[in-house]
């Protein structure tokens, strides 16, 4: 892995245009990912490890163009990487090389080396955050997002903003714009965000923290990231 591909975005993109967006994985995630981006008209195709066939069914409840996996960022102007960790090496190395210009790769992965993952020594041994291994597998800046948030929420917990119970994502990410790009998606969705600052931070959001599965507005939200430790708890260490 690690193939070039086109540099991040560089200037601000808002989100109230239709866009072209791939999604990788059609899990709890990005299924309902597929779900709601699609009911907001945007472009959407889908993949997964086994096949467009296996994916009529939610093509047919949705909209979106069942695609393989190679085919997936093709003019994407968002690409959504929701599989496995231990998968993320088996993707194509051209992957994001048919995406369209400035595009932005949207991250959703934790690492669980004892749950199914196995032990990755770059995360274990050289202490970087699990995104920023996925880059490394990449060779493309990424936004982490959606890792921490339960899948059924992305449907049943939408609010419209400035609502008391209004859930706040938090967002990480070292390209500005790219960033940018993420949040305003997620707003779009119905949910707030707070920004939880480059990549090399976003252990502050990875599994067991008090951020991870916290359903609160920006304040909690902020605060949970501020009390996050760097240590990674027994059970998801490898």
Do not use: C
């Amino acid at each position: 892995m690690g193939a070039p591909s086109r540099r991040p975005a560089t200037e601000p993109r808002g989100t109230e245009h239709t866009m072209r967006i791939g999604i990788i994985g059609a899990g709890n995630i990005g299924g309902n990912l597929v779900r709601r981006l699609t009911a907001l008209g945007h472009q959407v195709a889908v993949a997964n490890s086994r096949g467009p066939e296996t994916l009529a069914d939610l093509a047919a409840e949705t909209g979106a163009t069942p695609v393989a996996v190679g085919a997936a960022a093709d003019g994407a102007e968002l690409v959504v990487v929701t599989v496995p960790l231990k998968n993320v090496p088996d993707l194509p190395d051209d992957l994001l090389a048919g995406a369209a210009e400035g595009f932005a790769v949207l991250d959703t992965n934790n690492y669980y080396p004892q749950q199914r993952d196995g032990r990755i020594a770059a995360i274990e041994d050289e202490g970087l955050t699990e995104s920023r291994w996925v880059e490394r597998q990449l060779g493309h800046p990424v936004v982490k997002a959606f890792n921490g948030t339960y899948a059924q929420d992305i449907l049943d917990a939408p609010r419209p903003a400035g609502d008391p119970d209004r859930i706040a994502l938090p967002v990480a990410g070292d390209d500005p714009a790219a960033k940018r790009l993420v949040r305003e998606l997620i707003e779009s969705l119905g949910f707030d965000t707070v920004d939880a600052g480059g990549i090399d931070d976003s252990w502050r959001q990875q599994p067991a923290t008090p951020v991870y599965g916290l359903r609160a507005g920006t304040d909690a939200v902020t605060e949970a990231l501020a009390a996050a430790s760097p240590e990674r708890p027994a059970e998801f260490r490898g």
